[in-house]
């Protein structure tokens, strides 16, 4: 089992900018495929970004391209979330997720992870 636990969310007014971390634990989880996704009320889980092991591939999507960075840290198994000039568009509950079947290729669906965090609270005010 792989446990993540997300932290840093919370309030910020528009063009603000809020990073995110994701501690991850138990089974071996330094070369897993790691990804955020976001989920507003009343929407489908969207991915946001996603980063592989040896960080050769990133991704993004296209409404975070410019504003967001993904990272990731292997020796603290930590991947993170910069995200700048936020805006309320991307209020939303932030997940961390985990592809413990890959390696390299970065997926971008939700049902591509197989491990998840519980989620924080992103809040972006206008």
């Known amino acids: 089992q792989v446990q993540l636990v997300e932290s840093g969310g919370g309030l910020v007014q528009t063009g603000g900018s809020l990073r995110l971390s994701c501690a991850a634990s138990?089974?071996?989880?330094?070369?897993?495929?790691m990804a955020w996704f976001r989920q507003a009320p009343g929407n489908e889980r969207e991915f946001v970004a996603g980063i592989n092991w040896s960080l050769s591939t990133l991704r993004y999507a296209d409404s975070v391209k410019g504003r967001f960075t993904i990272s990731r840290d292997n020796a603290k198994n930590t991947v993170y979330l910069q995200m700048n000039s936020l805006v309320p568009e991307d209020t939303a509950v932030y997940y961390c997720?985990?592809?413990?079947?890959?390696?390299?290729?970065?997926?971008?669906?939700?049902?591509?992870?197989?491990?998840w965090g519980q989620g924080t609270q992103v809040t972006v005010s206008s």
């Open positions: 138990g089974r071996t989880s330094s070369g897993y495929v």
């Open positions: 997720a985990a592809d413990s079947t890959g390696w390299i290729r970065v997926g971008t669906r939700a049902h591509d992870y197989d491990y």
